[in-house]
């Protein structure tokens, strides 16, 4: 009987390859031959535009209100496919938040945030907040683990592979 791919072991052999035939900014060597240019469009977000938000970028200990305007082009990533030479440029797209107090956009990547219905709503995001979140928890618990004395691969609870 055939054995089940380790569905890791695939994506790693995938990104292997996507490492090994593409060129990222930076590591292109030009002139380059160019066969194809293909565009890739940034998320379109289905939470409506100009919903009140409560966010607190990282660093500050206070919390704003907030208008959320939308997943909104941060940058602009570009890529060269050596095997079919075609270049491809995409949209990086992050949840955009204008934030009145500050009068400026804070975006999603640098904060803590939440839609919330009206203004009243509005709360402090307090650290407790912050460290519940899951990914914060389990770096945490990697950072606690140190690397391994005899150099092996060190997991967290609940993450040990197969």
């Not at 890529?79 to 999603?108: E, M, Q």
């Not at 928890?137 to 997991?155: D, V, Y």
Request: aromatic share 10%.
């Amino acid at each position: 009987m055939a054995e089940t791919p380790d569905p890791l072991t695939e994506f790693a052999k995938g990104f292997a390859d996507f490492r090994a035939n593409t060129r990222h900014p930076g590591q292109i060597e030009f002139p380059i031959e160019v066969a194809a240019v293909e565009t890739v469009a940034g998320s379109a977000s289905a939470d409506p535009v100009g919903q009140w938000c409560s966010i607190r970028p990282v660093g500050d200990p206070k919390s704003y209100l907030g208008i959320y305007l939308g997943d909104l082009t941060i940058e602009i990533d570009h890529y060269y496919h050596v095997k079919d030479k075609t270049l491809t440029i995409s949209a990086h797209t992050n949840p955009a938040i204008f934030v009145l107090d500050l009068k400026r956009i804070v975006w999603g990547c640098e904060s803590w945030w939440g839609f919330i219905s009206t203004p009243d709503e509005l709360r402090q995001i307090s650290n407790a907040d912050v460290e519940n979140v899951w990914y914060v928890r389990a770096l945490k618990e990697l950072a606690a683990l140190g690397p391994s004395s005899s150099g092996e691969e060190t997991r967290p609870t609940g993450l040990q592979g197969k």
